[in-house]
């Protein structure tokens, strides 16, 4: 499985940005997609996941500000991010946990990773 993450740059704070996330893969639909931040000197840390079925999980930190979603015919899950803060500002990776099941948290879960994609928020 191949991931190719894209749709990061730098943004006010108070703005919104849209992350793709395309998948090779013939059985996207099966996967646990999730995406994952790592700020400068700080561990990777979980953001959101979406699952079979419409399930999805997400950091209390992006609650009700970040959506995640899929179409799974375009191989493809999206983040969308809105009232961006400074603390948002981070390298943000797409993650596939093959083996679907519950929905994880731990980066550790997912067995393959996009390249990161940068997000800037100035205040």
């Known amino acids: 499985v191949q991931l190719q993450a894209s749709g990061g740059g730098l943004v006010q704070a108070g703005g919104s940005l849209r992350l793709s996330c395309a998948a090779s893969?013939?059985?996207?639909?099966?996967?646990?997609m999730g995406w994952f931040r790592q700020a400068p000197g700080k561990e990777r840390e979980f953001v959101a996941t979406s699952g079979s079925g419409g399930r999805r999980t997400y950091a209390d930190s992006v609650k009700g500000r970040f959506t995640i979603s899929r179409d799974n015919a375009k191989n493809t899950v999206y983040l969308q991010m809105n009232s961006l803060k400074p603390e948002d500002t981070a390298n943000y990776y797409c993650a596939a946990d093959e083996f679907g099941g519950p929905l994880y948290q731990s980066p550790v879960k997912y067995n393959y990773w996009g390249q990161g994609t940068l997000i800037t928020v100035s205040s």
């Open positions: 893969g013939r059985t996207f639909s099966s996967y646990n």
